[in-house]
């Protein structure tokens, strides 16, 4: 998919007088709606409902500016504020002008961001920008797709949005309001947010309970919301895939471990129905991890026979209940004739303690039907983007022979104009010799041999444009030379004249007979 990045900026509280939470503030985002926006990218109702919860999980972000006292704009400089939890609920509201708006609850650390928690008490309502992936190009505009949003971004008062009213506001609690914050604390899980949880490995800790009441989701959550999830996400979960911040609900696979108060332990029946899994989809890492756990606990049963046993007979190794031991209903495998240890103290002991056959089965159909579904979503996904890129190559392949169609008239158009230029060159030098050639004609008579010469030699160096004034310049010099030859030729007859007086005083003189 050609992902482009897309930052749409989607532009009383008078104190915050008895807070319930003194390290965090709520917010209430109005983060996207279908509203024309600047980047002409069209969201329908259908792809804005299908594509806001994306939003959860992902970071409030914010640049504040001491000398502004406001915070900015999308920047290098931003820092996290704040987070959308998890398992935010995303609503969606039909507004009078008729589009249709997402809205999501967000909260703010007051202790960590107090600047930006501050700017909402003088003025309650500040614009936000919604960064995401889409199949869009915003430079283009058109229809959206699909998106995946990254970041929400707190905008400076100055910013307008390009998706008209799209915002965030503090929820102010009051004393009265007290049992209302409480809940949405309570809902969000937001109390134990940075809670640091302990991970007990021990054979003693070992649960019972029932591995398919346990909400798998709730339990993510409270991994990613603890001050120390990397250990605990490396103990709970069997597969870790690489960048499992960004998904960790696709990415983090296999868990076993639940949490009872606040330590995680293991599961018994999230340890057989990884077991089943891992076999089935031949994971050998999982499976050696759950080999070396069960060595741990001191599990003894041999799961790996068992489970080529069920594998034989057609059906999901769900059977390998070790809370079964001592269990006198219970019934042991027809090829393996040694009956089952009794449990451990302390071991499956009581109703609560043992795991039915039935109940097991169920938790991996479950399971294995939540990651068909998934998988199922993900080929859906696979496949329109597939039919989007098919598109897009389509339309790149009709933009690059239009070009071609445009660079070959370029080319021809540049040939063209090479020929009218050389044309208008030669047409132009022929004018200009032949002013040169009548202007030396003219004047030859005139010139000496050296200024012949020259101008024959500035005349054939100069422009076009310049030619008439180089005519200019011959004539101007054969006219000086005209009157210098004039004066010249006066002279020598004033000359002639002043002598003429001496011939006749010689001729009047006294010559004797013989002269």
């Known amino acids: 998919m050609n992902q482009n990045i897309i930052r749409l900026s989607i532009d009383q509280i008078s104190k915050f007088v008895n807070d319930t939470n003194t390290d965090l503030a709520i917010g209430r985002l109005m983060f ?124 400076g008062l100055s910013v307008k949005p390009s998706v008209p009213k799209a915002n965030m506001q503090i929820i102010q609690f009051s004393a009265k309001q007290a049992q209302q914050a409480e809940d949405f604390y309570n809902r969000y899980n937001l109390w134990r947010m940075s809670q640091n949880y302990t991970i007990d490995k021990s054979e003693e800790s070992l649960s019972n309970d029932d591995w398919s009441n346990i909400d798998k989701t709730e339990l993510r959550n409270k991994i990613l919301n603890a001050s120390n999830k990397n250990s605990l996400v490396k103990s709970v979960y069997l597969k870790i895939e690489n960048n499992w911040e960004t998904a960790p609900s696709e990415k983090l696979k296999y868990p076993v471990m639940q949490l009872k108060g606040d ?112 998988i199922k979503a993900k080929d859906d996904k696979i496949a329109e983007l597939t039919a989007k890129v098919a598109e897009f190559e389509a339309k790149v392949t ?9 660079s070959e008239e370029s080319a021809k158009n540049i040939a063209e104009l090479s020929k009218l230029e050389k044309f208008k060159e030669d047409t132009e030098n022929a004018q200009k010799m032949a002013v040169i050639t009548s202007t030396l004609a003219e004047t030859k008579d005139y010139l000496t041999e050296d200024n012949y010469k020259k101008f024959e030699a500035e005349g054939n160096a100069c422009k076009f444009a310049d030619i008439n004034a180089w005519r200019n310049e011959v004539l101007a010099n054969v006219t000086s030379d005209v009157l210098n030859k004039n004066k010249m030729s006066q002279n020598t007859q004033n000359n002639d004249h002043i002598e003429m007086p001496n011939i006749d005083a010689d001729a009047n003189k006294k010559h004797g007979l013989w002269d």
């Open 398 to 406: 009709e933009y690059e022979q239009k070009i071609a169609t445009m």
């Open 263 to 374: 330590k995680f332990v293991y599961n018994r029946g999230a340890l057989a129905n990884a077991k089943a899994r891992a076999t089935q989809q031949n994971e050998t890492d999982v499976l050696n991890k759950i080999n070396s756990i069960y060595k741990s606990l001191n599990i003894k049963e041999n799961l790996d026979k068992m489970a080529d046993e069920d594998k034989n007979k057609g059906n999901v190794v769900m059977n390998d209940d070790p809370s079964k031991k001592g269990d006198p209903n219970a019934t042991t495998p027809k090829d393996d004739p040694k009956p089952n240890e009794a449990p451990k103290d302390g071991e499956g002991k009581g109703e609560e303690g043992k795991m039915s056959e039935g109940q097991q089965t169920q938790s991996a159909e479950t399971e294995c039907k939540c990651s068909a579904e998934e």
């Open 32 to 155: 996207l709606s279908t509203r024309p926006n600047t980047h002409k990218l069209n969201i329908s109702d259908d792809v804005l409902r299908k594509y806001s919860p994306s939003i959860r999980g992902k970071w409030v972000v914010a640049e504040y500016s001491t000398l502004m006292n406001d915070v900015t704009n999308h920047t290098d400089g931003e820092c996290i504020v704040g987070i959308v939890p998890q398992n935010a609920e995303v609503t969606f509201e039909r507004a009078q002008d008729g589009y249709l708006e997402a809205y999501v609850d967000c909260v703010i650390s007051k202790l960590y961001a107090t600047k930006v928690y501050e700017l909402f008490k003088s003025h309650n309502y500040r614009s936000v920008s919604v960064e995401f992936l889409t199949d869009a190009d915003p430079k283009i505009g058109g229809d959206v797709h699909v998106f995946d949003i990254k970041a929400i971004t707190l905008l």
